[in-house]
């Protein structure tokens, strides 16, 4: 058998240099107007039309690894005042180096650009619509419908996997946590709670009973789960705030799962026995009134407790919301105003045992 190891210097010639050709042969990677050759990073725009409402360009940057890998897509910014989770991407955009990535990562920060400038929370102020409940998108639609299209198309469905960035909005004090959305499908759910573990929130969202028309998937992280693609939502920070740990949650958290998928070098920092969350329970306000809470984000309400009060404008108090099932506080309305059916508090209830 020791015959069939004489190479000729050809053959030996060709083994030496076959990565260098095989990096030769990649082609750039483009999405939208950013496209990027192996070993550079590039910058550019989703340019969503203007249809029955005015055009958009979604700022997007391909790194493309010197070395040959999969595509993973960093997504955030659909809520464009969840601050720390546009910020840790944009610092993403600086601190991944080409030269170490083995495949490429797309990177969109901000997608509702006009709720970012313009300060509105939870929509796009252009059409009224929340930017993560119409995937996969029209192309004829309003702009959130149009721009959800073209993300299904540049971004989700040329990604192998997938990271959706959330947190606490301006009227949101949220404890950080990430989804985890199983699909039955044991191996592409091994993959995705790999990444989960691999990003090391201590607390995971076991997310049941999504839409699984492909039609009307409505998340964008459901939308790559339906189409095969692993992926996670993860959240932190809160209130518009900034604060440096919140960032480094999500930073380190993605350097992490990138190591999980082999796309850096180094290992994974996995989170041991995290708290499984096994549903969410909203609680919601019956009417318009002032706000006055009782509980900080992060703690842990027993069954019944109260949560806070709820005053008409003479002081009067008209409701004393309670815990209908005990769970750590997910986030509670960090602001006084409230409006009828206005989230007041997310309650997680504990998952009796972890997933298998
Ligand atoms: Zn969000």
């Excluded at 897509?73 to 991944?96: K, M, P, Q, W």
């Excluded at 815990?323 to 007041?344: R, T, Y």
């Amino acid at each position: 058998m020791f015959r069939s190891l004489c190479l000729s210097p050809v053959a030996l010639l060709i083994l030496v240099f076959l990565p260098v050709f095989a990096s030769a042969q990649r082609s750039p990677f483009a999405v939208g107007t950013a496209s990027a050759a192996p070993g550079q990073k590039a910058t550019g725009y989703l340019e969503v039309p203007a249809v029955v409402d005015a055009a958009t360009n979604i700022p997007v940057v391909v790194v493309n690894g010197a070395k040959p890998g999969p595509v993973l897509a960093l997504v955030s910014g659909a809520h464009g005042t969840e601050y720390v989770s546009i910020i840790a991407v944009e610092r993403l955009i600086a601190d991944l180096d080409p030269a170490t990535i083995s495949g490429t990562v797309i990177l969109i920060p901000l997608v509702n650009i006009a709720s970012f400038e313009q300060k509105v929370p939870h929509v796009n102020p252009v059409d009224n619509k929340s930017m993560n409940r119409f995937y996969p998108g029209k192309p004829d639609g309003t702009q959130t419908d149009r721009a959800s299209f073209l993300i299904t198309k540049q971004v989700v469905d040329r990604c192998d996997y997938l990271i959706d960035y959330h947190g606490g909005d301006l009227d949101e004090s949220l404890r950080p946590y990430a989804y985890w959305g199983p699909t039955g499908n044991p191996s592409q759910d091994g993959i995705s709670k790999d990444m989960v573990l691999a990003f090391g929130l201590d607390h995971i969202i076991i997310w049941h009973d999504r839409p699984t028309d492909l039609a009307a998937s409505r998340y964008l992280d459901n939308t790559a789960s339906l189409r095969g693609k692993p992926s996670i939502v993860v959240e932190a920070g809160y209130a518009g705030s900034v604060e440096a740990d919140d960032v480094a949650l999500l930073v380190n958290g993605t350097l992490s799962t990138m190591r999980a998928l082999k796309m850096l070098p180094g290992e994974p920092h996995y989170i041991e026995n995290p708290v499984w969350l096994e549903k969410v329970v909203d609680v919601l306000s019956d009417g318009p009134g002032i706000w006055y809470p009782l509980v900080k984000r992060g703690s842990f309400a027993q069954a019944g407790m109260k949560l806070g009060y709820i005053t008409d404008y003479f002081g009067k108090v008209i409701l004393e919301p309670r815990a209908p099932e005990a769970g750590v506080i997910l986030h509670v309305n960090a602001v006084p105003s409230l409006k009828k059916g206005d989230n007041i508090v997310d309650l997680g209830v504990v998952a009796s045992r972890p997933p298998l």
